[in-house]
């Protein structure tokens, strides 16, 4: 069974603080690593993708990735109140096909 | 650039009925796959098609089917209804095969079982 886990939170963090999400997976011939973001009753849209370990930065937003560790994290610099979401790991086990696996999300909180 | 759209949006059937919901992709996505969504089990995922194949399909009772047109269009179907299938279905397309790129996900039906 290939298993997504992430800390089950939720987590809150004061405007402009550093919002740290973690994740982990099982599957080590996973190829592709995602970050979503689902407001409440919304559906969820991408944030970031990672395919190799290290940092990948996109504005506020950095992923890392640590494949001996099976570790994926995504941290939010200077937190505002609209990053307030759930935010959902995905993994993508699959090689010529899609096994896409999605964790049971955080709840981020970020308080003015 | 139209996004993906399912239809309809909310649905409420009785137990024992069966239901077809609807996806289309962003054009020009050939591979469509299909997530349950609840409070409890978080996002399941269904099945993946990709030029009208399934390529892989995940733990779910035969009840649960689906299709894909040439024109890329997925269909799913429930079968015999149990209040344990209400949730939120969302569709999701992505550009390529293997997903290098990620989901664009619909805005889902939700799907009520009375």
């Known amino acids: 069974q290939k298993e997504v886990e992430q800390n089950s939170g939720p987590l809150s963090v004061p405007e402009g603080a550093i919002a740290s999400l973690n994740c982990t997976y099982s599957d080590r011939g996973s190829q592709s690593f995602f970050w979503y973001r689902q407001y409440s009753g919304k559906s969820p849209e991408l944030i970031m993708f990672?395919?190799?370990?290290g940092d990948k930065e996109d504005g506020r937003f950095t992923a890392q990735l640590n494949k001996a560790s099976q570790y994926v994290s995504l941290l939010i610099r200077d937190s505002q109140p609209s990053d307030s979401a759930t935010y959902l790991c995905a993994v993508n086990s699959g090689y010529n096909n899609n096994d896409m696996r999605f964790g049971a999300g955080t709840r981020l909180t970020v308080k003015p | 650039k139209a996004g993906v759209t399912q239809t309809p949006r909310y649905l409420i059937k009785t137990r024992g009925q069966q239901v077809t919901l609807s996806c289309s992709p962003i054009s020009g996505h050939r591979s469509v796959s299909w997530y349950q969504q609840t409070p409890g089990q978080g996002l399941q995922f269904l099945f993946e098609?990709?030029?009208?194949?399934?390529?892989n399909k995940g733990n779910f009772p035969g009840r649960f089917s689906g299709r894909q047109f040439s024109n890329s269009r997925s269909e799913m179907n429930v079968s015999t209804l149990e209040l344990g299938d209400s949730a939120l279905y969302l569709c999701?397309?992505?550009?390529?095969?293997?997903?290098?790129?990620?989901?664009?996900f619909g805005s889902g039906t939700r799907l009520t079982v009375v």
């Open positions: 098609y990709f030029s009208e194949t399934q390529r």
């Open positions: 999701a397309s992505s550009a390529d095969g293997q997903l290098a790129y990620g989901y664009t």
């Open positions: 990672i395919y190799s370990n």
